[in-house]
């Protein structure tokens, strides 16, 4: 990460704060993996919408040519709805340490919690990060 994109890291401001809405799709329920479970939002589907809402929160202060990418998650999966209801998923910017972001998050249809939780993320540059990524690979 450049000197310049790290500094600009400091700018976001805490409280940062995005909300996303979807109707959710059945591919986003259990039954998508395993026809014989209900056709609920799954856990992944909804941790998946949950970092969406962070990457939208943050995306008009991140540096040019930065994005970020997950690295810790810590959330409860309360209650189950079914496709076809509309998910809103909430993030909130609580704490940054340098390229370090943590976002308190939340999914809701209506007004019943169906999870909450922390989602932490990096400031990252794609063309590094792809080439470490990329190094890793066993051939």
Known sequence: MTQESHAHSQ???????ARVERTVPFEWTI???NA????????PAMIGFMEHATVVAIKDHLAPGTITVGTRIEVDH???IPAGSIVTATAK??????????????ARSGETILG???V???IVE?????????????S
């Open 126 to 138: 794609p063309k590094s990060f792809e080439t470490k990524a990329q190094s890793r690979k066993k």
């Open 78 to 80: 309360l209650k189950a």
């Open 93 to 106: 910017l609580i704490a940054h340490h340098g390229r370090f972001l943590t976002f308190e998050v939340e």
């Open 116 to 118: 909450r939780g922390k």
């Open 11 to 17: 700018s976001i401001p805490l409280g940062a704060e």
């Open 120 to 122: 932490s993320r990096a």
């Open 31 to 33: 039954a998508s993996y």
């Open 36 to 43: 014989s479970l209900p056709p609920v939002l799954s856990t």
